[in-house]
């Protein structure tokens, strides 16, 4: 009995905790969560860009192989992301059965997802490569890296898509810990088994997947352990269609956002590809890591406000939403105009944590700046973002989702060099010009939905 009283006063705070103390304490550890679950590609290439002899060859190799690796990230948000949401309204409404449904539903998908993307990609993955940029050089490193890391699919999936069922009943910390385990278990064997073992990219491999199934087992123990408000059970495993439609419907959102990632990066591959050179690439790989070390706080900060926001939306107490809201949207654009600052005063310190060459420093300098110009304003686009998806705005979050990458970047991205003669530089630029669009658009469509969504004409800024 006092066990079940514990569990409903922990979901009973995200209604009655002050939203202030609430958002940061959920924010605080899901922040952490989501940069230490970064750590898995970012130390992966911090030691491969340091082997002996072929460090830059390695490192061009793994960065071919990051769209994959994004890919296979992205799949498991359709469920996760998807189902944690509609799993957190059900219970803002007290529909207990109907959220462990929403559980049981989005592991069963999971499960199904691994299957077929471990089954696909071991039989394309060369082919894929290739047309990711990858070049005579550096495929045999890229092959043999995701040769080794699709085997974990599974672990992936079920770590990162049930995770945020843990984060959105408000248990954070809990959520933290998963990632945290597999990260720091990352680091202590990636040396292990690149230097001491001489694995080279096999080794960051095999370091990650095991990884990633210690924090699969960690989760799967907590849902179906007693501390769990939703417990992960069988017989809700069961496919309930209305159920898995409503999550995909959700989850395509975040799933866009990711998975276009791994378009984006093709594109980008093989233009370096196309008006550069394998330097290039390794410059890109290098770009893409700086870029998600400066997204993912951002992105974890307002990944813990969605429960709040999504239990008070389905409990109808709107002023807690608006509330939570406007502290997501000062943190998140405070934060992303003082590291942007950072990164355009000091861009040879950041590049210089992969590499230690001095002609891959010299030549990512000035593209860091250019690249990561547009992001200083990209608090505004994760803070209204991650809330649409929070509120159940499958559609709008789906379009915004598709705005920045697909409808802006991909094209600039394909047409910037050709038509202005500057190549790589094209490329370079065609990033700040889409972020300034598409954060100026979502922005303005947040003002004017919120208003409709929530009755309320002074939601944003008052």
Not at 163 to 179: D, E, P, R, Y
Not at 388 to 395: D, H, M, R
């Amino acid at each position: 009995m006092q066990k079940k009283q514990s569990k409903v006063e922990e979901n009973q705070a995200l209604a009655t905790e002050p939203v202030g103390r609430l958002l940061f304490r959920l924010a605080i550890p899901t922040v952490v969560a989501q940069l230490v679950n970064l750590l898995y590609n970012i130390i992966d290439r911090i030691y491969v860009g340091h082997i002996p002899d072929v460090g830059t060859e390695a490192l061009a190799g793994l960065g071919v192989t990051f769209p994959i690796v994004m890919l296979v990230s992205a799949v498991s948000s359709l469920a996760g992301m998807g189902g944690s949401a509609r799993a957190a309204i059900a219970m803002g409404k007290g529909e207990h059965d109907r959220a462990e449904k929403y559980l049981g539903n989005a592991a069963a998908m999971l499960m199904v997802f691994s299957v077929i993307l471990t089954v696909v990609f071991l039989i394309t993955k060369d082919s894929i490569l290739m047309l990711f940029g990858a070049s005579e050089v550096t495929l045999p490193y890229a092959s043999s890296y995701l040769g080794i890391y699709l085997l974990g699919t599974i672990f992936v999936q079920i770590a990162l898509g049930l995770n945020m069922f843990i984060t959105n009943q408000g248990f954070a910390k809990t959520s933290m810990a998963t990632v945290c385990i597999g990260a720091v278990l990352n680091i202590i064997l990636d040396p292990v088994f690149i230097f001491v073992f001489q694995m080279d990219v096999r080794g960051a491999a095999l370091a990650t997947i095991i990884s990633q199934s210690v924090s699969a087992i960690w989760v799967l123990k907590f849902l179906t352990g007693k501390k769990t408000v939703l417990r992960l059970k069988v017989s809700c495993m069961r496919p309930d269609w209305e159920i898995i439609g409503s999550t995909l419907l959700l989850g395509i959102s975040p799933f866009i956002m990711q998975s276009t990632e791994s378009l984006i990066q093709l594109v980008f591959n093989t233009g370096m590809q196309k008006y550069g050179d394998d330097m290039y690439v390794a410059v890109m790989s290098i770009l893409f890591s700086i870029m998600q070390v400066v997204w993912m706080p951002m992105d974890g900060f307002a990944r813990g406000a969605q429960p709040i926001i999504s239990y008070n939306y389905g409990a109808r107490n709107i002023s807690r939403v608006k509330k939570c809201f406007r502290i997501l949207f000062v943190v998140c654009v405070t934060f992303s105009v003082c590291i942007i600052g950072l990164v355009e005063l000091f861009p040879g310190l950041f590049i210089g944590m992969f590499t230690d060459e001095v002609e891959l420093i010299q030549l990512g300098t000035p593209a860091l700046r250019i690249f990561m110009l547009g992001m200083c304003i990209m608090g505004a686009q994760s803070a209204c973002q991650q809330t649409f998806l929070a509120l159940g705005e499958s559609l709008i979050s789906m379009f915004l989702a598709l705005l920045r990458k697909v409808i802006l970047l991909m094209p600039l991205a394909l047409l910037l060099p050709v038509i202005t003669g500057w190549g790589v530089w094209g490329l370079f630029i065609a990033e700040p010009v889409s972020d300034v669009i598409a954060v100026c658009t979502t922005t303005t469509m947040f003002v004017i939905r919120s208003r409709k969504i929530l009755k309320d004409e002074r939601f944003l800024f008052n």
